[in-house]
């Protein structure tokens, strides 16, 4: 059984949302002759989305798929230590296709969707060639257009 839990206005899905049977509920019409608003996004497929997104990222990694790993984040994607977005790609590019072998797994996932903004934590099973390593990684996510890209991503936390 998967667990989807309210908090405020985001919502928070621990483990894989396989399933999703609660809908969220529209606000009433305005009585008034001026056109209703649209309807709230369903906040269930939202974490649907972002837990697509995630895996597919993971997935891209793992197949070694350099060009669809970077389509996993967004063009205002900040390296952690102050690399250039240039140098970190060229960097990836270098990590992914000079690996034999790559596994990525993920465990524990815990996407949280506030607005147009989530959150996604989990842990990290990464395994290359003789390498394996276990971590804790969280990915910030943006939705643009239709997509949720990363937009800030940090390990160990």
Do not use: C
Not at 55 to 78: C, G, I, Q
Not at 114 to 124: D, E, H, I
């Amino acid at each position: 059984m998967h667990r989807i839990v309210a908090q405020g206005s985001s919502l928070v899905a621990a483990g894989l949302l396989a399933t999703a049977g609660i809908a969220a509920t529209p606000a009433a019409a305005p009585v008034a002759a001026v056109a209703p608003a649209a309807a709230p996004a369903n906040p269930v497929t939202h974490l649907a989305e972002v837990e697509t997104a995630v895996r597919a990222w993971a997935a891209a990694w793992s197949a070694r798929d350099v060009e669809r790993y970077l389509a996993a984040y967004a063009s205002d994607f900040t390296p952690a230590r102050g690399q250039t977005r240039e140098r970190w790609e060229a960097d990836r590019r270098a990590r992914i296709t000079g690996k034999s072998r790559i596994s990525v797994g993920i465990e524990g996932l815990v996407i949280s969707v506030q607005g147009t903004s989530a959150s996604a934590q989990f842990r990290q099973v990464y395994s290359a060639d003789a390498l394996t390593e276990t971590d804790r990684k969280t990915l910030e996510l943006q939705r643009v257009g239709p997509r949720w890209l990363i937009r800030k991503e940090s390990a160990g936390n």
